[in-house]
């Protein structure tokens, strides 16, 4: 739909709510204040027929920018003596709201260029740029009917949004707002922080909750974003419930609008994505990472810092070289999802000169290898050693883009478990020689010439016929690679139409060789390796996994010992569990289980004692935690999940014998939320909480 179609619903929109706003700000008159036009009369767009028509665009641009811009670009990351802060300065250098507030006036980006922005997101093959509109420091980068802490209270004034729209609309670049849920100057919000001694008296979040609708409903009605990215969704007064309501006050508005899936309490931690049936939102958003094997089925984004900061730190100089963007791009691209890569501007309106010579830099690639990129789909392949695979039907041909990272010594391209001749092969810019590509088995294999056009990624385009017919090799699934008595062993993702045959001995799989006919049973240790027969010839790649019958770890004679476990409390400001060993506690306890920890930030805590085990069996530790955790057995690093996240679980193994086996759990929490679970369960059961009577000290 058409963005003047937009604006007359938005002009319509702007005309119903007046009534809702006519009173002062903040008048609240029950949640449902400001709900949109609806019914006969309102003129509400058309929606689009279904979901891949609304999704249509965007699938198409693969491609955008992330704008980080606000009242923490003035501080630079600086506060007192520290330098690493971002946007989160206000909560991670604990400044008061009254000393914060002082940027608003301060805040006059005398330099800001609307147009230069979206030309330089356009010249990069950017073709949305995202840009809070306001951060979890409740700061509104334009003028809101809803807030004083807004663009109206600075020293500019100006409509840096509009502006930017505009700006964006003349450069075929599809305008889109960050809007955090989270929001620490509003006195409806909770929680306020944990250190704040700002009461949180007469605080109503359902108030606060009118106030987050009616920016969003403002938004959208002044500015018709392209997608609606919530974020700070995280925090306990946020709930599953009150995100749907958002959500489908975003799709009233405009159903064509996207909208993320951290509306909702289901984002799954910086994975990006929850498989909870009930979730909404348009596509999910792993954070700072590519999804190994991305995300099939559903759509993604992954959204990424071009150095260590999302807003403007001045003394980061941690870049990502222009070959890394270049290379994430295609990756993320190859696995059918979105890249969203961020800028942090200047207070002064500028880009940092290193983002933007990184931006150039892919956009002088994109200008040969956009067609690589937009509005191609994920490849056929698993993963390959050279390079990366992107791919769009052309007729019924296909193309298929071979993004060549490094040039394979042998000089040729192999294409796994491939059915499909080839028509043609080139390089898409560069020499114009056709390439030779020839069958070799269920291979296909190209000739590459001793030098390559493109040093950081150069793309050979390979003409098919019809619809890829790649041939991949089952996945070996087994919940562990070692085991004490019995382990089970299965195949995943089973190639339609082929015949399996497996060996296990480490041979190599033949056609005379056992044929897979279900899960195995294991009592001792093997090499398992499976290829895939079509029609008598070997078509896939051999999968290969070696499973190892290992002795358990001795229990330990623990002598006399009490319930529960110790655990120390620690203060400090880490972004990695630091080792506690060398570091003075604050204070310890004794815990009856683990519990939930201590909802504090800038600490960490050392949970340690005895693990009691029933049976000499292999034991999976399920380890979820925000921010990062260790765990230790016996002195084993059993489990690591280390690092700053939103709630994750990583998972580990070891063998024990029956009986009690040191126990030691590290966490640490930053900001943000504070999470930390440990269950356990032997080989082939679901992992189940640690119990009382399982843990023990010694005194
Ligand atoms: O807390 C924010 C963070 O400041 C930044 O905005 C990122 C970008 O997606 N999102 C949150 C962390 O997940």
Redesign the pocket.
Known sequence: MGSERRRVLAVVVAAMLVACRSEPQGTYRGPDQCVPPSGEGADVPAAPASQDERMAWWREARFGM?I?WGLYAIPAGKWGEHTGY???IRDSARIPLAEYERFLPQFDPVNFDADAWARTAAGAGMKYLVI?SK??DGFALYDSRWSEWDMGSTKSKRDLLGELKAACDRHGVRFAT?H?I?DWQHPDYLPRRPWETRSSEGADFARFRAYLRGQVTELVERYQPAVM?F??E?ESTWTHEQGVELFELCRSLDPWMLVNN?VDVHRGG?AGFSSSREAVGDFG?P?QEIPPTGMPGVDWET?MTMNDH??FNAADANWKSSRDCIRMLVDVASKGGNYLL?VGPRADGTFPPEAVERLAAIGAWMRKHAGAIHGTSASPFGSLPWGRVTMRRDGDDTLLYLHVFERPQSGELVLPGIGNEPLSAGFLSGPRLALHAERRGSELVLALPPTLPDSDCSVVTLRIVGAPVVYRAPRIAAESDEFVSRLTVDLAELPEGLDLRFTLDGSEPLLRSSSWSGALELLSSVTLRVRGFHKGEPVTPIVERAFRRVEPHAASETGATRPGLRQQVFAGDWDKVPDFSVLTERESAVLPQLGPPPREERIGTRTSGWIEVPADEYYIFALASDDGSKLWIDGALVVDNDGLH?TLEKRGGIALARGRHALRLDWINKS?GAELDLRLAPLGQPPAPLTPDQLSHTP
Do not use: K, L
Request: with cysteine; proline share 0%.
């Open positions: 992330f980080h971002g946007e989160w809070t951060h979890h960050y955090s989270m990215w974020d700070g995280w951290r910086m958003t954070e959204c999302w807003g961020n939103g943000g």
